[in-house]
């Protein structure tokens, strides 16, 4: 018998031994149909690896609040945690996320933009990988200016300017379009509008709120001066990215702030080869900044797997992983290479220009508070475009209740 025992722990235990580790993450269910492919070719090439990919809901504030809740169980049943970079200071801060240092070198996190690698770090740590990048941006309407004798404008005054002037001539029915709805969207547009007006909402290192200042304020004014002169529609405070792309391409707006994702829709509409992208406006004297967006991999503080974790993120980082991933799907890689990779710029001929766009790039502020902070941004932003109270008034009230927040966080 105990040779027979002998001969079992011999042949069997190797078999459950060699049984793949599986890796599990949550995502966008329209994103995890997208992975597919990336999938099948991590397995073929590590078949000890199994990666168990959960289709969530394609609203992100749930699947975020699915993640919040599976940690504040206990240990969550994921391993790779796939996350916005506006969740990064939260999901650290509360100690949900493993430091990635001893995985990646500084040499290597070189070769990802500089804006992607920044929103993955908390308190000095690295935290998140990037995968895909996402950056605000102007679009405009290239035919309509060459036809008026119009540069493409640098200032804000200069796309106030050129809006009246083609709305004026009947080229356009309105000159700019942004997402003014009281959501997340509100405030990473804002923070494109405050960096252009040298301004900013709070220093992370110091928590110092810049929000009443005199530049802060007139970054609001430029904002409700745009619906006040009918340069915006009135619905504007009522528009998300998609009101926003849908009007734009209607033929009907000069200037659209939006999101990368746009161009390939709006260039398979009747506006193609008529628009073009750049840097958003700014101030005289102050740079462009284009808020930073995007997505990347975390690990689980308590995975039981973080080493076959890593190598998961290892491969979907890679080069190859990312160019496959962006020819198929149309996003913006965090890798630099590939906004060059003369595949890449055959199928999406505006990466080099988009280049310019993501490396001024501008964070939010990677805070642990940031999702109250932003809350109170929304809120007050909210009051003044639609005239309940005057920009001067609401963003001082909005600084008051932040350094509160932040003052009770201390």
């Known amino acids: 018998?105990?040779?027979?025992?002998?001969?079992?722990?011999?042949?069997?235990?190797?078999?459950?031994?060699?049984?793949?580790?599986?890796?599990?993450?949550?995502?966008?269910?329209?994103?995890?149909?997208?992975?597919?492919?990336?999938?099948?070719?991590?397995?073929?090439?590590?078949?000890?690896?199994?990666?168990?990919?959960?289709?969530?809901?394609?609203?992100?504030?749930?699947?975020?609040?699915?993640?919040?809740?599976?940690?504040?169980?206990?240990?969550?049943?994921?391993?790779?945690?796939?996350?916005?970079?506006?969740?990064?200071?939260?999901?650290?801060?509360?100690?949900?996320?493993?430091?990635?240092?001893?995985?990646?070198?500084?040499?290597?996190?070189?070769?990802?933009?500089?804006?992607?690698?920044?929103?993955?770090?908390?308190?000095?740590?690295?935290?998140?990988?990037?995968?895909?990048?996402?950056?605000?941006?102007?679009?405009?309407?290239?035919?309509?200016?060459?036809?008026?004798?119009?540069?493409?404008?640098?200032?804000?005054d200069q796309l106030l300017d050129i809006s009246q002037a083609l709305q004026e001539s009947g080229a356009v029915q309105w000159g700019y379009v942004w997402q003014g709805k009281q959501y997340e969207g509100i405030a990473a547009m804002f923070v494109e509008v405050l960096a252009g007006h040298g301004a900013f909402w709070i220093d992370p290192d110091s928590l110092e709120v810049g929000l009443d200042a005199p530049e802060a304020i007139a970054a609001l004014e430029f904002l409700r001066a745009t619906i006040q002169n009918d340069i915006s529609p009135p619905g504007v405070t009522t528009y998300a990215e998609e009101e926003t792309r849908r009007l734009f391409q209607s033929g009907d707006v000069a200037f659209l702030r939006n999101w990368p994702y746009v161009f390939a829709l709006a260039a398979d509409s009747d506006l193609a080869g008529q628009f073009a992208i750049k840097p958003m406006v700014h101030a005289p004297g102050e740079k462009s900044g284009a808020c930073q967006g995007g997505w990347g991999f975390g690990i689980s503080a308590t995975s039981r797997h973080p080493e076959a974790t890593w190598r998961v993120i290892e491969y979907l980082s890679s080069t190859e992983a990312q160019r496959d991933y962006i020819l198929e799907t149309g996003y913006v890689p965090s890798r630099i290479e590939l906004f060059n990779d003369p595949e890449i710029v055959a199928k999406y001929s505006h990466y080099p220009d988009l280049l310019a766009v993501v490396q001024n790039s501008t964070l939010r502020p990677p805070i642990a508070q940031y999702a109250q902070a932003s809350d109170i941004l929304q809120r007050f932003l909210s009051t003044a475009l639609t005239d309940q109270l005057t920009p001067t008034a609401a963003l001082e009230a909005a600084a008051q209740e932040t350094r509160a927040l932040l003052g009770r966080a201390g």
Not at 70 to 82: K, M, N, Q, V
């Open 1 to 156: 018998m105990g040779a027979v025992i002998l001969a079992l722990q011999v042949f069997i235990l190797p078999v459950f031994s060699q049984q793949p580790v599986t890796v599990r993450v949550m995502m966008q269910a329209l994103e995890a149909q997208q992975w597919q492919p990336l999938k099948a070719n991590f397995e073929a090439q590590n078949p000890d690896i199994k990666l168990d990919i959960v289709a969530g809901p394609n609203d992100t504030n749930l699947v975020e609040d699915l993640y919040t809740s599976a940690f504040l169980l206990g240990d969550s049943p994921y391993d790779l945690i796939y996350l916005d970079i506006a969740w990064v200071p939260k999901f650290a801060a509360a100690q949900w996320l493993a430091p990635l240092e001893q995985y990646v070198s500084a040499a290597q996190l070189d070769d990802f933009l500089a804006g992607d690698v920044a929103g993955g770090r908390y308190d000095g740590q690295l935290y998140r990988m990037p995968f895909r990048s996402d950056a605000g941006m102007l679009y405009y309407r290239t035919d309509l200016l060459a036809a008026a004798g119009y540069d493409p404008p640098a200032t804000f």
